[in-house]
């Protein structure tokens, strides 16, 4: 699957007529990340929110289209911070997934077990570290490192990727200023937008995606043959992606929600 930087993807306000007629195809399911999608990447993950008009938007396309949160934050988190009924959230990368009515699958196995050791050391090793954070979510350990100096944050970062690699359950992943370690299965946010997809049972759904991060690139693969994937810029704009179009940041995906709203009538 081709991909260029980010920095070179171009911005879906050039190319609608194009969105409108891949739209045309079926109903659109939507997708979206949290963290640099609907709300702005800030420097402490815990003060992240996402603005009240973006919010109102997610809401009116949830009266109209299947609407999906798809996040690396854990399901109760990301829930709290969207708080739009009638939509399936997928926190974890989709290790948790709560669905618009209440249903709620949880993945679970040995790794469990695994990630409390390597929490356990983590803490150990990086607690005295100026503006790191070591954080246990259900299935992962996220360590942050956007308030860490360069040689901390180094470090760190280091330390994430040794301690994944001396057990086979588990390995890591860089991010957006964080290193995140999550069992070592083949299961990530395209796995379960693939998951969400075939529970809809519409052969003709079209599926978009709106992410920002690594993360996000599995997810962009599974909707871009038959959907539309948009990466939203931000840091690290030199990074691959295999995403059709861009938008700007958050504020400029609101834009292309309340047009996608407006096209479905809503």
Do not use: C
């Amino acid at each position: 699957m081709t991909s260029r930087r980010i920095a070179d993807v171009p911005h879906y306000g050039g190319s609608l007529d194009e969105i409108r007629a891949i739209l045309a195809r079926g109903t659109p399911a939507l997708f979206l990340d949290f963290d640099g999608v609907l709300a702005p990447i800030v420097d402490r993950p815990d003060d992240a929110a996402a603005p009240g008009e973006t919010l109102e938007v997610v809401a009116r396309l949830a009266t109209a289209v299947p609407v999906a949160v798809v996040s690396g934050r854990g399901l109760d988190d990301v829930r709290g911070r969207v708080d739009v009924p009638g939509i399936t959230y997928a926190g974890s990368h989709g290790f948790e997934v709560l669905g618009p009515t209440g249903a709620r699958h949880d993945r679970t196995g040995p790794w469990v077990d695994a990630l409390d050791g390597a929490e356990a050391s983590l803490r150990t090793e990086l607690g005295d570290l100026p503006g790191v954070e070591v954080e246990r979510k259900a299935a992962a350990i996220a360590v942050h490192v956007r308030n860490a100096a360069a040689d901390d944050a180094d470090r760190a970062a280091a330390a994430a990727h040794r301690t994944a690699s001396g057990d086979p359950e588990l390995e890591a992943h860089d991010g957006k200023a964080i290193v995140e370690i999550r069992p070592a299965i083949d299961w990530h946010k395209g796995r379960v937008v693939e998951q969400l997809l075939g529970e809809l049972d519409d052969p003709d759904a079209v599926p978009i995606y709106l992410g920002d991060d690594t993360t996000d690139e599995d997810a962009f693969a599974v909707v871009k043959p038959r959907g539309i994937a948009i990466v939203v810029r931000g840091e690290a704009d030199e990074r691959p992606t295999v995403a059709d179009w861009a938008a700007e940041d958050p504020s400029d995906a609101r834009r292309f929600l309340t047009q996608l709203a407006e096209l479905v009538g809503v």
